[in-house]
Nanobody, 125 residues
Framework: QVQLVESGGGLVQAGGSLRLSCAASGRALSSYAMGWFRQAPGKERTFVAYVSWTGSSTYYADSVKGRFTISRDNAKNTVYLQMNSLKPEDTAVYYC??????????????????WGQGTQVTVSS
């Protein structure tokens, strides 16, 4: 099973940018489709973005479309989430996840087998 470690979170003002990284170890990241999810205090964990094995397909939650970009560098065993035009409602713990699933239910948490520990993103108004 692959181990995932997120980094890059922090405190940023509304309108600012952050880039999250998710580093994999134990297995090659190229074996997995990858997703980013987030969980705000008192709320359920929800889908943010997905990237396929090769990076050729990406999908986004409507709330982040046009502002966030998911990408991957399989040679570096790392997945990224570039977040621009951040809003206070983007405040959450962000998690990366790895899975073998390749269908249309990429937004479902149960389609992913491995999860990182999360990184906090706080956007001030």
């Amino acid at each position: 099973q692959v181990q995932l470690v997120e980094s890059g979170g922090g405190l940023v003002q509304a309108g600012g940018s952050l880039r999250l990284s998710c580093a994999a170890s134990g297995r090659a990241l190229s074996s997995y489709a990858m997703g980013w999810f987030r969980q705000a205090p008192g709320k359920e964990r929800t889908f943010v973005a997905y990237v396929s094995w090769t990076g050729s397909s990406t999908y986004y939650a409507d709330s982040v479309k046009g502002r966030f970009t998911i990408s991957r560098d399989n040679a570096k065993n790392t997945v990224y989430l570039q977040m621009n035009s951040l809003k206070p409602e983007d405040t959450a713990v962000y998690y990366c996840a790895a899975g073998y699933y390749s269908g249309s239910s990429y937004y479902r948490l149960d389609k992913y087998d491995s999860w990182g520990q999360g990184t906090q993103v706080t956007v001030s108004s």
